[in-house]
């Protein structure tokens, strides 16, 4: 599950072995703080491991703000999306620029708020919406790419 979390983030698996492997150090340097009769431990553990990714992140600065940028599609998701494996998604989104990646995971995945991504990542709120609206184009553009590329191997 926290190899899941940790793929989301990177684009190459080495980069996600290296935070996983941060994120173990980190589990066990504070599971004494860890409270079970506040809540479960996956979301503690997912929560570490998510912050550990941001930092691995930071720390590749990879970030930059992009103030100029207001625009943001409310449009309805695309059916296609269902129609791909796990393997296939996390592909896909792991293809994207690193910061629509991390805005697109901390949204659509982790269910933060376009407020409290703008905290995390240190940007501007309108700049975490305007990153997830071109995460969403993009992921559109490559699973209609994808495919495409299938229904022609099919009739190939």
Known sequence: ML?????RYSNQSFDAKDVLQETFIKI???????????GNLEPW???IAVNTSLKYLKKQQLF???????SYDHGQ???VYSDLDEEEMIAIIQDLPDT?????????IEGY?????????EIEEASSRSNLSRARQLLRIKITELKRRESCQKIV
């Open 3 to 7: 190899m899941t979390v940790c793929r």
């Open 28 to 38: 066990f340097k504070h599971i004494d703080t860890f409270d079970p009769t506040r």
């Open 45 to 47: 553990l997912r929560k």
């Open 64 to 70: 930059y703000q992009r103030n100029n940028e207001l």
């Open 77 to 79: 998701e695309p059916s």
């Open 100 to 108: 629509y990646r991390t805005v697109f995971n901390l949204y659509a």
């Open 113 to 121: 708020s376009h407020k409290e991504i703008g905290k995390m990542l």
